[in-house]
């Protein structure tokens, strides 16, 4: 179950929000879908295309159309989950190596001026206080 964020909703994923432009992408896909489905509109051999019946010129021309519609679609969920991710930072690897690497100069600090160490909680950081309690 998800942890609650400030006390009272329940932190959510973002991929399931329903948002205006999953509603809009998802009508377009369901278009893309049922249209070429749909036969009694193609049904027949008039108009011709470069001596091509419209029942196979149609249909081919259905296969780019809903590639395009897919790929549409595919640029606004992509935008979508960029201004989500730009309005909520998560903290990166190379933040928390910096996070780590400032706690440990604390650390080497602390050992040089004869304060007290602390125990860490990060198993990685208790490895390396190890280490260095056996070069000593």
């Known amino acids: ?45 008039d108009p011709k295309l470069w001596g091509f019946p419209f029942f196979y010129w149609y249909q081919l021309l259905w296969v780019f159309l809903c590639s395009g519609l897919v790929g549409i679609c595919y640029l606004l969920i992509r935008r979508e989950e960029r201004r989500y991710a730009a309005a909520h930072p998560r903290p990166n690897a190379s933040t928390q190596a910096a996070r780590r690497m400032a706690d440990a100069q604390q650390q080497a600090e602390r050992r040089h001026s004869g304060e007290p160490r602390r125990a860490s909680q990060d198993p990685a950081d208790r490895d390396a206080a190890d280490q260095d309690g056996e070069d000593h």
């Open 1 to 45: 179950m998800a942890e609650p964020v400030n006390g009272d909703e329940p932190a959510r994923d973002p991929r399931w929000r329903l948002s205006p432009t999953k509603i809009v992408v998802g009508i377009v896909l369901l278009v893309a879908i049922v249209v070429p489905l749909l036969v009694p509109t193609y049904s027949r051999v």
